[in-house]
């Protein structure tokens, strides 16, 4: 069972910058998807982007041009740099991993979790 710990959040003022990194621990083998997924108090889980094992990439229409994410394969880590952030990027920001068929768009295609990490950005 791959059990995804995320590191990073903290709080920034807006247009600032912080960078999330996710390590996939008691995973046998390397994750075909890793993903990073988003909650605001009151709304739905809405995924932000993911990376596959070719290092394919998607993201959301909200975050494109703002936010990358890359991975390492060798570590099973995947990381989100961030820039350019507003605050309505804040959020809890999940870690999540995937096997083949992981849709950015359907939350339950990815099968681990992380706890979450907090991302505050202020005005």
């Known amino acids: 069972q791959v059990q995804p710990v995320e590191s990073g959040g903290g709080s920034v003022q807006a247009g600032g910058s912080l960078t999330l990194s996710c390590a996939a621990s008691g995973s046998t083998g390397r994750p075909y998807c890793m993903a990073w997924f988003r909650q605001a108090p009151g709304k739905e889980r809405d995924g932000v982007a993911v990376i596959d094992i070719y290092k394919r990439t998607a993201y959301a229409d909200s975050v494109k041009g703002r936010f990358t994410i890359s991975r390492d394969n060798a570590a099973n880590t995947v990381h989100l740099q961030m820039n350019s952030l507003k605050p309505e990027d804040t959020a809890m920001y999940y870690c999540?991993?995937?096997?083949?068929?992981?849709?950015?768009?359907?939350?339950?295609?990815?099968?681990?979790w992380g706890q979450g990490t907090q991302v505050t950005v202020s005005s």
């Open positions: 999540a991993t995937g096997s083949y068929g992981c849709d950015l768009l359907r939350a339950p295609t990815f099968t681990g």
